[in-house]
């Protein structure tokens, strides 16, 4: 099942820096698509959303971005923090039900 | 801030036995869900339920397993007869019914299913 990708397993960034996380998807009937964070031995934790009607949403550090021509989003944290390392899964669901996810990339913010 | 909570957060079981694991969702939430996550693999979807039933399933749920939520704060995740393949980590996630319908869902930290 490869409906959401997420092509690399892992980023590396300097500390202050920009950190982009890309995501791509294949079912044009995907209409939310979420980040979650997630560390060791801790469940993923809901990080911001867009739906499909949107093209961007901002939270804070956090940026998603959304084309959806391309089938794809990403996830902009700027500035990046040590604290912000950690494993970045994208999700995406139909009509608010199940979530399929992405492999996961894992962030690592170096001081 | 509410989350939902997982017992036992590590539950080691004799294959063929059974295993209950045990998810608290968030108070007013009112969709519930279960993922499992294989060592190396993605998040997978396991079951959604919602109004007393099973709205969804996936493949991976099989007669082996069950859900129930046996009073108004616990959802429970049932398997019956289990493999060596079941081990994983088992998450429970729970999101709000009110509108608009996208939500997100808020995860539990898991119960690490290790079967010998």
């Known amino acids: 099942d490869q409906q959401v990708k997420q092509n690399s397993p892992s980023l590396s960034v300097q500390e202050g820096r920009i950190s982009i996380l890309n995501c791509d998807y294949t079912?044009?009937?995907?209409?939310?698509f979420l980040w979650y964070k997630k560390y060791p031995a801790e469940g993923p934790t809901f990080l911001i959303s867009?739906?499909?009607?949107?093209d961007k949403n901002e939270d804070g550090r956090f940026t998603v971005f959304l084309n959806k021509s391309a089938k794809h989003l990403s996830l902009h944290i700027v500035p990046s923090q040590p604290g912000d390392s950690a494993v970045y899964f994208c999700?995406?669901?139909?009509?608010?039900?199940?979530?399929?996810f992405g492999q996961g990339t894992e962030l690592s913010v170096k001081p | 801030e509410p989350e939902v909570t997982q017992t036992p957060s590590h539950q080691v079981t004799q294959m063929g036995q059974e295993v209950i694991l045990r998810c608290v969702p968030i108070?007013?939430?009112?969709?519930f869900y279960w993922y499992r996550q294989i060592l190396g693999q993605k998040v997978e979807f396991l079951v959604s339920?919602?109004?007393?039933?099973?709205?969804?399933k996936s493949e991976i749920f099989d007669d082996q397993f069950s859900v129930e939520r046996p009073d108004g704060s616990n959802f429970t995740l049932k398997i019956r007869s289990t493999k060596l393949e079941d081990s994983a980590m088992y998450f429970c996630?729970?999101?709000?019914?009110?509108?608009?319908?996208?939500?997100?869902?808020?995860f539990g930290d898991g119960t690490r299913l290790s079967i010998l």
């Open positions: 999700a995406a669901s139909d009509q608010g039900g199940k979530l399929i």
């Open positions: 867009i739906s499909s009607i949107k």
């Open positions: 996630a729970s999101r709000t019914g009110t509108s608009p319908i996208n939500q997100p869902q808020h």
């Open positions: 339920f919602y109004n007393n039933e099973i709205s969804e």
């Open positions: 079912n044009s009937m995907f209409d939310y």
């Open positions: 108070s007013n939430h009112l969709y």
